[in-house]
């Protein structure tokens, strides 16, 4: 197939664990927002053990999209999905959804007309901005909590630091230290390595198939400790640069 052979523009990453009923609709309407361009989507199963993986081949082969399958023999995260599909991605650009259906693929093109027009910048991150959520109050409450406390720690300028759609230099990424729940502090990470980060609205959906993964002990506590790591970096980035500054004085 063509999209095999010539480099896509995007690569769409979207790691997944047990959402075998959200695969088909997300795919199509990525293949809808995505019309004419050059792209492929990765979907990373993450040890899944309902039909995740099967639906995913199901689909390839039927040519719905330019699907690759990467799998997880265990459950390894969030974070350790992204970093097998980035790693994997042939586009020098990767844009990420969750895997629920509550980020909108149509939103995709605007991430990509603001990086086209932050690139003279230094724009290397995209964040979407869920301005209207659409989850329950207790779900909108946690990622409130989770994202005050980031922001104050982080001072990454960031309103939405936790949404799923969201796209980036492929090699900036790259170049970044990952670990585990890396892809809840992407902007601070980025802006450590002195890239730009901008954040554009975006719409959101209920989630209408399956089950969430995450708790307000996963949005926030789970990664305390790497909250302080990531705020350590960041010091340590502007401390080398004000010292490099100094010695070219």
């Not at 099967?54 to 023999?73: E, M, N, W």
């Not at 991430?111 to 779900?139: E, H, P, T």
């Not at 502090?185 to 802006?191: D, G, I, T």
Request: include cysteine; aromatic fraction near 8%; proline fraction near 4%.
């Amino acid at each position: 197939m063509e999209f095999q052979r010539v480099k896509p523009e995007v690569s769409v990453v979207i790691p997944v664990f047990n959402e075998a009923d959200n695969v088909e609709p997300l795919a199509r309407e990525i293949a809808a927002a995505l019309a004419g361009r050059r792209y492929e989507v990765l979907y990373i199963d993450d040890g899944s053990t309902d039909a995740t993986a099967a639906t995913v081949l199901r689909l390839r082969d039927a040519g719905v999209a330019p699907l690759r399958l990467l799998r997880h023999s265990r459950r390894s995260g969030q974070s350790a999905g992204l970093c097998t599909g980035v790693a994997h991605a042939r586009a020098d650009w990767v844009a990420t959804l969750d895997g629920d259906g509550q980020n909108d693929p149509a939103d995709i093109p605007a991430l990509l007309a603001a990086r086209a027009g932050g690139a003279a910048a230094g724009v290397k991150l995209v964040m979407g901005n869920r301005v209207d959520r659409k989850d329950s109050w207790r779900r909108h409450a946690q990622s409130r909590i989770a994202n005050g406390v980031r922001g104050w720690l982080l001072g990454d300028g960031t309103p939405d630091t936790g949404c799923g759609i969201k796209l980036f230099d492929r090699a900036t990424f790259l170049s970044l230290p990952q670990f585990d729940h890396m892809h809840r502090f992407l902007p601070a990470l980025f802006q450590r390595s002195g890239a730009r980060v901008v954040s554009v609205p975006v719409n959101h959906r209920p989630r209408h198939r399956g089950q969430s993964k995450y708790g307000l002990f996963d949005r926030l506590w789970v990664g305390i400790v790497d909250m302080f790591g990531v705020q350590w970096l960041g010091r340590r980035y502007w401390a080398g640069l004000r010292a490099r500054e100094e010695d070219e004085s």
